[in-house]
């Protein structure tokens, strides 16, 4: 037995709520618990009842070896190795995503740069979905929210794992209390996935939009990615998926989804987990990002940048000024038509290379892309 399976530091770490979790989602049933120190929990397999005695005491001086007990049943059942057992409950408070490059090809490794784009574009896939619960829109250009950025900076990344180039990304989740002698299906009854906290949401919903972007792209449905934007589709999504599908290889990315036992989904939610993505898919997400990114107006955005022109009739109580914007991911050139007093300030900063920021819509108008019903307008570092 390898030193890892029988270090007591590691199974020290698993807490009875993520092993009976790990056991609750893998169809044990709770049988009886036996005071505070331990549940007894039994299975059905090959038609014999197997009863394991999960320890509910950290304090056991024999804690340790009684999860390895229960640990090397569950090996024993599940026909794998014990330290992958471990590594599965030590992860049971967390929702994972699972994206696998070269998927079935001998690679431990990708260049540096593409190692670097895998792990960005799988950030902008999360936050963007992220964003999408809060204000779904076909693009996202500025900043996130608070709360966005809150549960990014949350996220963990895992051991990458041989065979394939694979990076698992974790996201805590809490505990859902739950009465272990509750019914299934009052259980049902009693739970909403919209009542869920924002980071399973975020997981939640790419599950959903995964397989109604691959479907919209393998049919070259450009309504149907429109039509889902009420339901988080947008373009910066589109580019992430496609990004990742790009960098994995000839046959394009596979991405799987694992719930954390700690917080179990329900049937009836119809949440789907293994997605296969291929390189013609990606091309075409690349052209319904494009397309996405004219869509619409982007309500309440904000600007932030170096003034580069200024217009203005002499006869005109407001002039247009042309403003290299660089709060999104990439630059871009925004107009503003503002009024005389604001105008004289925008010439001013471009004088003296201050940049201005400004809050409002913007809205594509003669292939240009404006910024209307402005509001906030200053000159950052102004005396």
Same mark, same amino acid.
């Not at 999860?67 to 994972?96: C, F, H, M, Q, W």
């Not at 070269?102 to 260049?111: A, D, F, R």
């Not at 390189?279 to 052209?287: F, H, K, N, P």
């Not at 913007?362 to 019903?373: D, G, H, S």
């Given at each position: 037995?390898?030193?890892?399976?029988?270090?007591?530091?590691?199974?020290?770490?698993?807490?009875?709520?993520?092993?009976?979790?790990?056991?609750?989602?893998n169809?044990?049933?709770?049988?009886s618990?036996?005071? *505070?120190?331990?549940?007894?929990?039994?299975?059905c397999?090959?038609?014999?009842t197997?009863?394991?005695?999960?320890?509910?005491?950290?304090k056991?001086?024999? +804690?340790?070896?009684?999860?390895?007990?229960? $640990?090397?049943?569950?090996?024993? $059942?599940?026909?794998?190795?014990?330290?992958? #057992?471990?590594?599965?409950?030590?992860?049971?408070?967390?929702?994972?995503?699972?994206?696998?490059a +070269?998927?079935?090809?001998?690679?431990?490794?990708?260049?540096l740069?593409?190692?670097?784009?895998?792990?960005?574009?799988?950030?902008?896939?999360?936050?963007?979905? =992220?964003?999408?619960?809060?204000?779904?829109?076909p693009?996202?250009?500025?900043?996130?929210?608070?709360?966005?950025?809150?549960?990014?900076?949350?996220?963990?990344?895992?051991?990458?794992?041989?065979?394939?180039?694979?990076?698992?990304?974790f996201?805590?989740?809490?505990?859902?209390?739950?009465?272990?002698?509750?019914?299934?299906?009052?259980?049902?009854?009693?739970?909403n996935?919209? &009542?869920?906290?924002?980071?399973?949401?975020?997981?939640?919903? #790419?599950?959903?939009l995964?397989?109604?972007?691959?479907?919209?792209?393998?049919?070259?449905?450009?309504?149907?990615?429109?039509?889902?934007?009420?339901?988080?589709?947008?373009?910066?999504?589109?580019?992430?998926?496609?990004?990742?599908?790009?960098?994995?290889? *000839?046959?394009?990315?596979?991405?799987d #989804?694992?719930?954390?036992?700690?917080?179990?989904?329900?049937?009836y939610?119809?949440?789907?987990?293994?997605?296969?993505?291929r390189?013609?898919?990606?091309?075409?997400?690349?052209?319904a990002?494009?397309?996405?990114r004219t869509?619409?107006?982007?309500?309440?955005?904000?600007?932030?940048?170096?003034?580069v022109?200024?217009?203005?009739?002499?006869? =005109?109580?407001?002039?247009?000024?042309?403003?290299?914007d660089?709060?999104?991911?990439?630059?871009?050139?925004?107009?503003?038509?503002?009024?005389?007093?604001? +105008?004289?300030?925008?010439?001013?900063?471009?004088?003296?290379?201050?940049? #201005?920021t400004?809050?409002? &819509?913007?809205?594509?108008?003669?292939?240009?892309?404006?910024?209307?019903?402005?509001?906030d307008?200053?000159?950052?570092?102004? &005396?």
């Open positions: 037995m390898k030193s890892f399976e029988i270090n007591t530091d590691i199974l020290s770490k698993i807490l009875p709520l993520y092993l009976t979790s790990y056991l609750d989602a169809n044990w049933k709770f049988v618990k036996y005071e *505070d120190i331990a549940s007894v929990w039994q299975k397999d090959d038609n014999v197997i009863k394991v005695i999960a320890p509910s005491d950290t056991l001086a024999d +804690y340790a070896n009684r999860i390895l007990d229960v $640990i090397k049943v569950l090996s024993g $059942i599940e026909k794998r190795p014990i330290e992958n #057992i471990i590594t599965d409950i030590l992860r049971a408070n967390a929702d994972t995503i699972r994206i696998t +070269y998927k079935g090809k001998p690679i431990n490794s990708l260049p740069y593409d190692a670097s784009n895998l792990l960005k574009s799988s950030l902008d896939m999360i936050a963007s979905v =992220a964003q999408s619960i809060i204000n779904p829109r693009y996202f250009c500025s900043r996130y929210s608070k709360e966005v950025e809150d549960f990014i900076s949350g996220l963990k990344m895992g051991h990458t794992e041989q065979g394939s180039f694979i990076v698992n990304i996201s805590k989740t809490d505990p859902r209390l739950q009465n272990l002698f509750t019914p299934l299906e009052k259980e049902q009854e009693l739970l996935k919209d &009542d869920e906290p924002l980071g399973r949401k975020t997981i939640m919903r #790419i599950s959903q995964l397989p109604l972007a691959i479907n919209a792209a393998n049919n070259r449905d450009e309504q149907m990615f429109m039509n889902s934007i009420k339901d988080g589709m947008s373009a910066n999504f589109c580019e992430s998926i496609s990004e990742i599908t790009k960098i994995c290889g *000839d046959e394009g990315a596979n991405i #989804i694992s719930w954390a036992p700690v917080r179990p989904v329900m049937p939610w119809h949440l789907e987990t293994n997605f296969s993505i390189q013609d898919t990606a091309d075409v997400l690349t052209e990002a494009q397309r996405l869509l619409a107006p982007e309500k309440d955005s904000e600007i932030m940048g170096y003034v022109k200024c217009e203005k009739n002499e006869t =005109a109580n407001q002039g247009e000024i042309k403003v290299n660089t709060l999104g991911d990439k630059s871009r050139a925004i107009y503003l038509i503002l009024n005389d007093s604001e +105008y004289k300030r925008a010439v001013e900063a471009h004088r003296d290379g201050l940049m #201005i400004a809050k409002g &819509d913007i809205e594509k108008q003669a292939k240009k892309q404006m910024l209307v019903n402005i509001r307008f200053e000159i950052l570092n102004e &005396d």
